[in-house]
Each structure stands twice: as C-alpha cells, then as structure tokens.
C-alpha cells in the first residue's frame, strides 16, 4: 500500500506540529520547576546589616520602606 505524495507532505506537517507542541509543553513545565530566587536568599546572612530601623515611610507604589536603608526591620 503506497502513499501518494500529499499524504506523505500532510503526516510531515502534522509530525512537525506534534513534535513543536511537545517541545513547548515541555519547555514550560521546566521553566515553572526551576525555583526563583529572592532577595533574601540572594545576600549571605552574614553581610545583613545589625542596627535596627527607626521608621518607615510609603514611596510612590504604596509599599513600605524602612528608614535607614538597609536596616533591620523589626
């Protein structure tokens, strides 16, 4: 049982198109595997500065900045 010419070309496209969403599908399950790092665990504890904060104010996103910068907050 030959196959004509189109039908070869068609399961072609439809292999290439199987084997593009596999690669995808599996290029976005180990992207979202990999842990993202934060700035916490970016910096050695050992060079996290020792004086406390004495305040804080709000800047323009509404988010809290403690006062001086780099301090620990409480």
């Known amino acids: 049982m030959a196959t004509s010419a189109p039908n070869r070309i068609r399961h072609l496209v439809g292999a290439f198109c199987a084997a593009?969403?596999?690669?995808?599908?599996?290029?976005?399950?180990?992207?979202?595997a990999v842990p993202g790092t934060t700035k916490a665990t970016a910096q050695p504890s050992s060079t996290a500065p020792k004086e406390p904060c004495t305040g804080y104010h709000y800047d323009e996103e509404h988010n809290r900045v403690w006062d001086p910068p780099g301090c620990t907050p409480p």
């Open 20 to 32: 593009a969403l596999l690669a995808a599908t599996v290029g976005v399950a180990a992207a979202e």
